[in-house]
């Protein structure tokens, strides 16, 4: 079974610091990474995706992927009360590449 | 657009008894997905379809069917509820699929609880 695992928080940073989330995934064949926030009682919502090794920025957004070692990652600049929410990690397989597969989710409060 | 819409929102099911929720997207996406999820926990694959008249298994098939005889509708099937499948069961479609970087429109969800 692939996996994908997230540190599951709740993680609190202040208002205005970084809020760094970690994804690791278990199938090497993995192509599409995409992060999704989801408020509580809401749906999933799109933050961005990453295919490429290396950084990719979206305004206060950047994700960070490194294949050799299965991690993606989310950073947070300038964190806002509004980012509190849950971030998910999806990852397609490697065999099964129409197949998305999300982790647990990290909990994140920004406090005020 | 109405994007993914989800019916019903809401549904109390009695054990045994069985349910199709429904699901259906005006994007003319491809790609369609069943999740759900568990109380603090992410998202679980049930079923997905790639096309009309394609599906395939995810996750955690067992319990459940589905059918896609058109692009726009991909109904999920509950056949003999179990109190194991209370759930928030999310629909979501996608036009070119994670091969072409395409993220996930999510539905509103539908809470369903098995007692």
């Known amino acids: 079974q692939k996996e994908v695992e997230q540190n599951s928080g709740p993680l609190s940073v202040p208002e205005g610091a970084i809020a760094s989330l970690n994804c690791t995934y278990s199938d090497r064949g993995s192509q599409s990474f995409f992060w999704y926030r989801q408020y509580s009682g809401k749906s999933p919502e799109l933050i961005m995706f990453?295919?490429?090794?290396g950084d990719k920025e979206d305004g206060r957004f950047t994700a960070q992927l490194n294949k050799a070692s299965q991690y993606v990652s989310l950073l947070i600049r300038d964190s806002q009360p509004s980012d509190s929410a849950t971030y998910l990690c999806a990852v397609n397989e490697g065999t099964s590449y129409d197949k998305v597969i999300f982790g647990p989710g990290t909990s994140l409060s920004v406090i005020p | 657009n109405a994007g993914v819409t989800q019916t019903p929102k809401f549904r109390i099911l009695k054990i045994g008894q069985s349910m199709t929720l429904q699901c259906t997207q005006d994007?003319?996406?491809?790609?369609m997905y069943w999740y759900r999820q568990d109380p603090g926990m992410g998202l679980k694959l049930i079923y997905y379809?790639?096309?009309?008249?394609?599906?395939d298994k995810g996750e955690v098939p067992n319990g459940y069917n589905v059918s896609r005889s058109t692009t726009e509708d991909f109904p999920l099937r509950l056949e003999l509820a179990a109190p194991s499948q209370t759930s928030v069961y999310f629909c979501?479609?996608?036009?070119?699929?994670?091969?072409?970087?395409?993220?996930?429109?999510f539905g509103n969800g539908t809470r369903l609880t098995v007692t």
């Open positions: 990453i295919y490429s090794n």
């Open positions: 379809s790639v096309g009309a008249g394609i599906t």
């Open positions: 994007m003319n996406h491809n790609y």
């Open positions: 979501a479609s996608s036009y070119h699929g994670p091969r072409g970087n395409s993220p996930l429109h």
